[in-house]
T-cell receptor, first 111, second 117 residues
Framework: QKEVEQNSGPLSVPEGAIASLNCTYSDRGSQSFFWYRQYSGKSPELIMFIYSNGDKEDGRFTAQLNKASQYVSLLIRDSQPSDSATYLC???????????FGAGTRLFVKA | GAGVSQTPSNKVTEKGKYVELRCDPISGHTALYWYRQSLGQGPEFLIYFQGTGAADDSGLPNDRFFAVRPEGSVSTLKIQRTERGDSAVYLCASSLTASEGNTGELFFGEGSRLTVL
């Protein structure tokens, strides 16, 4: 079992719709969770982080964390074609610095 | 801006050769990471440094891979006797120490694309 698992997709949504990206993790010691966006041919860049159970909103993005279910999600509201990219879920342990990435979910937003 | 710098951006080598990839992190970042990313996959953890020491090298695939960070800044990833399966993009990232007020966000370089023929 991989430490961080994501559906590789692709996930295709129409412009203006809500895109929902999901991630599960196996290590209960994981405390911080990150969503990175990676455009084709580019390096990952952070878009959200979360470490408390519940929701965290930043603009059109909402991250959700459920530690009991070991589940993290990212919602993108009013999806735009420019949101088309691979979204990487990552986890990190408290007291450590090792950050583990999932395989990523490819998102396509159709104009 | 002074982001993470990686050299070379592209490296083509022959099977069996030795390769060095260099990473210059953001100034003041104490943590430095190496990842390997193959097409269609997420970054695969190789090693991270806290200062000069390798705090976790559990991701290095075998003893052909080695990394150093002698002065706590620039790091070099060294691959001996390269194999075709080593072909990938090698990403370096740096971060501040994760502590109160710091998220531990990773800042990535543009990567070094290694092709082993």
């Amino acid at each position: 079992q991989k430490e961080v698992e994501q559906n590789s997709g692709p996930l295709s949504v129409p412009e203006g719709a809500i895109a929902s990206l999901n991630c599960t993790y196996s290590d209960r010691g994981s405390q911080s969770f990150f969503w990175y966006r990676q455009y084709s041919g580019k390096s990952p860049e952070l878009i959200m982080f979360i470490y408390s159970n519940g929701d965290k909103e930043d603009g059109r993005f909402t991250a959700q964390l459920n530690k009991a279910s070991q589940y993290v999600s990212l919602l993108i509201r009013d999806s735009q074609p420019s949101d088309s990219a691979t979204y990487l879920c990552a986890s990190r342990n408290t007291g450590g610095f090792k950050t583990i990435f999932g395989a990523g979910t490819r998102l396509f937003v159709k104009a | 801006g002074a982001g993470v710098s990686q050299t070379p951006s592209n490296k083509v080598t022959e099977k069996g050769k030795y390769v060095e990839l260099r990473c210059d992190p953001i100034s003041g970042h104490t943590a430095l990471y190496w990842y390997r990313q193959s097409l269609g996959q997420g970054p695969e953890f190789l090693i991270y440094f806290q200062g000069t020491g390798a705090a976790d090298d559990s991701g290095l695939p075998n003893d052909r891979f080695f990394a150093v960070r002698p002065e706590g800044s620039v790091s070099t990833l060294k691959i001996q006797r390269t194999e075709r399966g080593d072909s990938a993009v090698y990403l370096c990232a740096s971060s501040l120490t994760a502590s109160e007020g710091n998220t531990g966000e990773l800042f990535f370089g543009e990567g070094s694309r290694l092709t082993v023929l």
